[in-house]
Structure formats: structure tokens, C-alpha cells
């Protein structure tokens, strides 16, 4: 399967934008999804997924409450809504499929097996 991420871009804090994350060569609608980022000079942070079922979602306390994640099978697709930025969440932006079949939503890094190329999301003060 290959990710392709797209919507990143600059903002001011406050701000909104909305990531997609376009799975082309196999269906993603048996796996588990997730977002992470990667700030300059850190290591990779886990920021939100969801299950299989489109059901079960889970987040990083850091973003809980101003980011949405979705998916659309339809389409292929997972979405990640990022509402009230900060610059902070400045980041590249990873899609990611878990490597396992009718995954649930969970955090670590470990879980997947295949990532996107990366959106970058610039959130100025």
C-alpha cells in the first residue's frame, strides 16, 4: 500500500487545517490508521488513530479535544481535522496503516507497517 499525505501548509495559531491521507494499491479498510509528527531535533510522537471500524478513536492528551480524526473507506482516505493550533503543532505530518488486520486504535509507533512521505503543518505565533 503506499500513503500519500496532503493539506499541510502555514497558519497562524488559532488557526485550522485539514490533513488527507490517500491510500492508493491495497484497501485500508481492514486496518487501523493513525497520525504521528515529527518536530525538528525530536523523536516521532504518536497523535491520533482509529480502528478498523471507524468506531474507536484515540489521542495524545496533547491534541485531545482540538483534533478529529476520520476515515471514508469509500474513498480510501483518512482525514485529520486540526482545529485551535498552536505553534507547537508544528510538525511533518506521517499517515500511517497498522501492520495488523482489524486493528484497533492504539498508539505506538511499533504497530505500523507502512507510512506516508509526510505533510509539513507550520504554525506561526
Known amino acids: 500500500v503506499q500513503l500519500q499525505a496532503s493539506g499541510g501548509g502555514l497558519v497562524q495559531a488559532g488557526g485550522s487545517l485539514r490533513l488527507s491521507c490517500a491510500a492508493s494499491?491495497?484497501?485500508?479498510?481492514?486496518?487501523?490508521m493513525a497520525w504521528f509528527r515529527q518536530a525538528p531535533g525530536k523523536e516521532r510522537e504518536f497523535v491520533a488513530a482509529?480502528?478498523?471500524?471507524?468506531?474507536?478513536?484515540y489521542y495524545a492528551d496533547s491534541v485531545k479535544g482540538r483534533f478529529t480524526i476520520s476515515r471514508d473507506n469509500a474513498k480510501n482516505t483518512v482525514y485529520l481535522q486540526m482545529n485551535s493550533l498552536k505553534p507547537e503543532d508544528t510538525a511533518v505530518y506521517y499517515c500511517?496503516?497498522?501492520?495488523?488486520?482489524?486493528?484497533?486504535?492504539?498508539?505506538?509507533?511499533?504497530?505500523?507497517?507502512?507510512w506516508g512521505q509526510g505533510t509539513q503543518v507550520t504554525v506561526s505565533s
Open positions: 500511517a496503516r497498522d501492520g495488523r488486520l482489524y486493528s484497533r486504535a492504539e498508539p505506538p509507533v511499533s504497530r505500523y507497517a507502512n
Open positions: 494499491g491495497r484497501a485500508i479498510s481492514s486496518y487501523a
Open positions: 482509529i480502528s478498523y471500524t471507524d468506531g474507536d478513536t
